[in-house]
C-alpha cells in the first residue's frame, strides 16, 4: 500500500497540472490566419473543448467564422510554440498584454512552421505537427464581459503523420507518439507507459 502522507492547503497561481499543449488556427471573416498555443483543451467523444482567454485574436476568429484546426505538436516543436506565446494577432495589442506580446501578423513565418491546407475548413493545418483534428465551433460560452470562454467544437475530421499510425488501423503507435505536454508554465514529453485501460482497444 502506499503512504499515506500529509496534505496542505495551497494557492497556486494557475492550475496547469498537466495538459497538451495545442496550435489553434483561425481564419477572420477576411481569411486572414491566426496560430495560437493554448494549454487548455479536453476531448469528449470527437467534441473538443477549448478554454481561451478573451482578448486574443482566436476567440475573434471562432464566433465569426466557426472553424479552426487543433494541431497537436510534439515535443521536437517546443522552440516554435514558444516563438508563439508572446505574439498576438489583435491589433493593437490589448492594454493588459501590452507589457509582454507583440502583435504579429504572420505567425506561421514568425515560429518557422507551414501552413498546410485543410480537407473541410478554411484555417490551414500546421504541416509540422504530427496530428491536426478540423473542427466546427458548436457552442461559445461565457459572456463576452468575461476574462475567459469555453468553446466547444465538434472535429469531422482527423489527419495523424503516417509513421505514427499503426498499419491497417486508425490507432496512434503509442511509443512513437510525443505529445508536448504543458505543466505549471514549464514544457514536458510524456514518461514510460505505467499501465493500460481496461477500456483500451489495442
Same mark, same amino acid.
Given at each position: 500500500?502506499? $503512504?499515506?502522507?500529509?496534505h /496542505?492547503? &495551497? $494557492?497556486?497561481?494557475?492550475?496547469?497540472?498537466?495538459?497538451?499543449?495545442?496550435?489553434?488556427?483561425?481564419?477572420?471573416?477576411?481569411?486572414?490566419?491566426?496560430?495560437?498555443?493554448?494549454?487548455?483543451?479536453?476531448?469528449?467523444? @470527437?467534441?473538443?473543448?477549448?478554454?481561451?482567454g478573451?482578448?486574443?485574436?482566436? &476567440?475573434?476568429?471562432?464566433?465569426?467564422?466557426?472553424?479552426?484546426?487543433?494541431?497537436?505538436?510534439?515535443?521536437?516543436? /517546443?522552440?516554435?510554440?514558444? *516563438?508563439?506565446?508572446?505574439l498576438?494577432?489583435?491589433?493593437?495589442?490589448?492594454?493588459?498584454?501590452?507589457?509582454?506580446?507583440?502583435?504579429?501578423?504572420?505567425?506561421?513565418?514568425?515560429?518557422?512552421?507551414?501552413?498546410?491546407?485543410? #480537407?473541410?475548413v478554411?484555417?490551414? @493545418?500546421?504541416?509540422?505537427?504530427?496530428?491536426?483534428?478540423?473542427?466546427?465551433?458548436?457552442?461559445v460560452?461565457?459572456?463576452?464581459?468575461? $476574462?475567459? *470562454?469555453?468553446?466547444?467544437?465538434?472535429?469531422?475530421?482527423?489527419?495523424? @503523420?503516417?509513421?505514427?499510425? &499503426? $498499419?491497417?488501423?486508425?490507432? &496512434?503507435?503509442?511509443?512513437?507518439? *510525443?505529445?508536448?505536454?504543458y505543466?505549471?508554465?514549464?514544457?514536458?514529453?510524456?514518461? #514510460?507507459?505505467?499501465?493500460?485501460?481496461?477500456?483500451a482497444?489495442?
Amino acid at each position: 500500500m502506499t $503512504e499515506t502522507l500529509a496534505h /496542505q492547503a &495551497i $494557492e497556486p497561481s494557475v492550475l496547469y497540472f498537466g495538459t497538451p499543449v495545442s496550435l489553434i488556427s483561425t481564419v477572420d471573416a477576411s481569411r486572414t490566419t491566426n496560430l495560437a498555443p493554448i494549454s487548455s483543451s479536453w476531448y469528449l467523444g @470527437r467534441t473538443v473543448v477549448l478554454g481561451l482567454g478573451r482578448n486574443g485574436q482566436t &476567440i475573434r476568429n471562432l464566433e465569426a467564422t466557426g472553424e479552426c484546426v487543433v494541431n497537436l505538436p510534439d515535443v521536437r516543436l /517546443q522552440p516554435a510554440v514558444e *516563438a508563439l506565446a508572446p505574439l498576438t494577432g489583435v491589433a493593437p495589442v490589448p492594454p493588459e498584454k501590452a507589457d509582454r506580446f507583440r502583435h504579429e501578423t504572420d505567425k506561421f513565418a514568425a515560429a518557422g512552421l507551414t501552413p498546410l491546407a485543410a #480537407d473541410l475548413v478554411a484555417p490551414p @493545418r500546421v504541416a509540422e505537427c504530427p496530428v491536426h483534428l478540423e473542427a466546427h465551433v458548436v457552442q461559445v460560452h461565457g459572456p463576452k464581459s468575461a $476574462e475567459f *470562454a469555453i468553446v466547444e467544437a465538434d472535429v469531422v475530421k482527423v489527419h495523424a @503523420r503516417s509513421d505514427l499510425v &499503426i $498499419e491497417g488501423t486508425s490507432h &496512434i503507435d503509442l511509443e512513437r507518439w *510525443a505529445p508536448l505536454l504543458y505543466v505549471f508554465r514549464h514544457y514536458f514529453g510524456v514518461g #514510460d507507459d505505467v499501465g493500460r485501460s481496461f477500456r483500451a482497444e489495442y
